[in-house]
């Protein structure tokens, strides 16, 4: 009787250690499924992205005409200012080094307005139009510097006569100054394109060639202003950089 008894026990335990085996082998399964299941979507978020940004710098995802929203616009200046985030207006960490801004905006300001009102230029009327960012993954396939709307400083930089011209799909061939304080010798245009409330002032035809002219100081993220001056009766432009990108 004994001897059944012992059997039993041995059998029950035999029972409990598979049990117990299993129900391990069966929790060791569900933590590799679940890194596995982790592991393949985040391959799969890692492929997703990487063909978005190929698409991306292939000009696939950026919409084919002129008239693209501020929407767009403010993304890519997001991608842009991600690229000094964390730095200051004064200084940034560079490599464990502190570089310091070389970029005075009053006195580049004053620089410019100097400039436009020289003998040189003999210009007036000078207004601030927009500062905005610098990104050069746009100009890389968009030929032209949006001005939205409902981010210029004013619209008065503008007479009733070109306000009708540009307003009717016409453009208006306007000099630019460069941060050189140069007049650019290549023609711009600009023009009106967008719909509805996604309206943007467009300096084009030249701007790719523009910023390569200037790439030492037009660097990606470089935070520029535009401002309008009239020479005589014509329209005029100038770009100025208030915040140089150290990297």
Known sequence: MKKNVGNADRHDQNITNEEVGSAASKHDADIVLDQDVEEYYYRKIVALVNEKYNQFLNGELVMSDESSSDESDEQMESICRSKRKGSSMDEVD???KKVKMVVDRDDVIT?????????????????LVIQKMVCTRRIATQN????PFK??????????????VLGDGSEIEVPLVGPDYQMYKKPMSLKIGGK????????????SDFVEANKNVLKEGTAIQVWSFRKGEQLCFAVVSVWTNPW
């Open 94 to 96: 560079n490599k464990n």
């Open 196 to 207: 509805w409330r996604n309206k943007n002032y467009i300096l084009k035809t030249n701007w």
């Open 111 to 127: 620089q410019l307005q100097e400039f436009i009102m020289s003998d040189e230029i003999n210009g007036s009327d000078i207004k």
């Open 144 to 147: 032209w510097l949006n001005m």
């Open 151 to 164: 981010k210029v400083e004013t619209h008065d930089f503008l007479t009733p006569e070109e306000k009708q």
